[in-house]
């Protein structure tokens, strides 16, 4: 099992560009989340997934889309991206409620600067 | 969300000093999780507490939720080069999703 994948690792963007961090897990679990980086903030939640079709707005959601239109992938979208935006990105998942039967399983993370 | 502080922010130990960091909250916590982030890498689950009181060991690492389920502490003994990272504590929050603490950052001088 490759566990959660999520590409790109890197990238660089311009102000108002957009761009779609893709992520993907194989353990068929339920819940999937993105949770963003920034030095000395802890891991902040943007959006998160109960299943394929289903999705909810995290503690930080404003200029992010996601959808979940299986139950392996839950992209993150970027629609016109800002210097704020400039952060690591992770994707994480986990088989229920992460509250309830445990772990989150994380992606490697995705670097973005937004310039 | 839920808010919940963690402390120190950074500690420096000599090599077998021990380490602790405390996360505490005002609010009373249903349950909470310990994640271990190298430099460089990404969290790694460690543990789940939900008992009032409870204790719970791995090798080195001691864990501990608080009676009135406010406070947990993580306790590492005789630190390690290995034991280098960031220590974040994870209650449960809306949507029984994890919200993070901000982390306690350990270095250690071999």
């Known amino acids: 099992n490759a566990g959660v994948t999520q590409t790109p690792k890197f990238q660089v963007l311009k102000t108002g560009q957009s761009m779609t961090l893709q992520c993907a897990q194989d353990m068929n679990h339920e819940y999937m989340s993105w949770y963003r980086q920034d030095p000395g903030m802890g891991l902040r939640l943007i959006h998160y997934?109960?299943?394929?079709?289903?999705?909810d707005q995290g503690e930080v959601p404003n200029g992010y889309n996601v959808s979940r239109s299986t139950t392996e992938d839950f992209p993150l979208r970027l629609l016109s991206a800002a210097p704020s935006q400039t952060s690591v990105y992770f994707c994480?998942?986990?088989?229920?409620?992460?509250?309830?039967?445990?772990?989150?399983?994380f992606g490697e993370g995705s670097r973005l600067t937004v310039l | 969300g839920q808010q919940v502080m963690q402390i120190p922010q950074y500690q420096h130990v000599q090599e077998g000093e021990d380490f602790t960091t405390y996360c505490n909250s005002s609010t009373t916590l249903s349950n909470i999780q310990w994640y271990k982030q190298r430099p460089g890498g990404h969290p790694v689950f460690l543990i789940q507490?939900?008992?009032?009181?409870e204790v719970k060991k791995q090798k080195r690492l001691t864990f501990q939720f608080g009676e009135a389920k406010k406070n947990s502490s993580l306790h590492i003994t005789a630190t390690q080069t290995t034991d280098v990272g960031t220590y974040f504590c994870a209650p449960g929050g809306a949507g029984n999703m994890l919200t993070f603490g901000g982390g306690t950052r350990l270095m250690v001088k071999p």
């Open positions: 994480a998942s986990s088989y229920g409620a992460p509250t309830n039967t445990g772990e989150l399983f």
């Open positions: 997934s109960v299943g394929a079709g289903i999705t």
């Open positions: 507490l939900v008992k009032s009181g």
